[in-house]
């Protein structure tokens, strides 16, 4: 296993604050496309997806919304749509982790010492293995982490958005970018020119936060 390096907690809660923030403009671009497809008063449909906290009513609701016979998409922004779902139910483990884990300093004595961690569970079982820190979460995990949503937000952000002439090609450039980003929250993140590309686009376009 690859030792991160030792983190003073103030930088590790930075994280975990910095990721969280994050996370509620993921979780709010998925609710304005449910507002955006249902096409009704914007402050009721968002109370309704924000009735639940189980990520899989919100998903059922999303997918029942995009199988109306009554909506009219192109299969780019479809393909994108359900995309953007997808990513977003992959990365909710983590998410939930960094929300209700446990911050813990392992102590002195332990392989780990002087890093800070989540660790889900009781912390007993770390302090009696010293070697291993299976269903935790480190600094650097928290960091990939934060990455890969800033870049969920962004591509999320562009596709409301969207005002090319041809926005088809646009959707399929943005459902590009989407594939781009990780499946797994906090292992690796979105190769570095995918990133970049990202980012450029996302300083020219300079999208708005919209909230209907």
Known sequence: MIKDAPSEPENFY?????????????????????????????????????STNIWESKKRMLHAALASP??????????????FAAKVGSYQSVRNSIAHDIVVEMPAGHAH??????????FDRYIADK???ASTTTLREIQNAHVNASALMMVG??????KDADMYAYHRRLLHFLKEIPAEAKI?????????????L??????AITMD
């Not at 923030?21 to 309704?48: A, K, N, Y």
């Not at 996302?202 to 999208?207: A, E, L, Q």
């Open 14 to 50: 930075v994280a975990v604050g910095r990721y969280m923030m994050m996370w509620q403009h993921v979780e709010s671009i998925l609710c304005t496309f449910f507002v955006r497809i249902i096409r009704g008063d914007p402050t009721t449909i968002r109370r309704v997806f924000y």
């Open 70 to 83: 009554t909506l009219k998409m192109d299969e780019n922004s479809e393909k994108f749509l359900k995309g």
């Open 113 to 122: 010492a002087g890093d800070v961690v989540l660790v889900h569970g009781k």
């Open 131 to 133: 070697e291993e820190l």
């Open 157 to 162: 952000l562009l596709f409301l958005n969207s």
């Open 188 to 200: 690796g993140t979105v190769p570095k020119k995918i990133h970049n590309d990202l980012m450029e």
């Open 202 to 207: 996302f300083d020219k376009k300079k999208p």
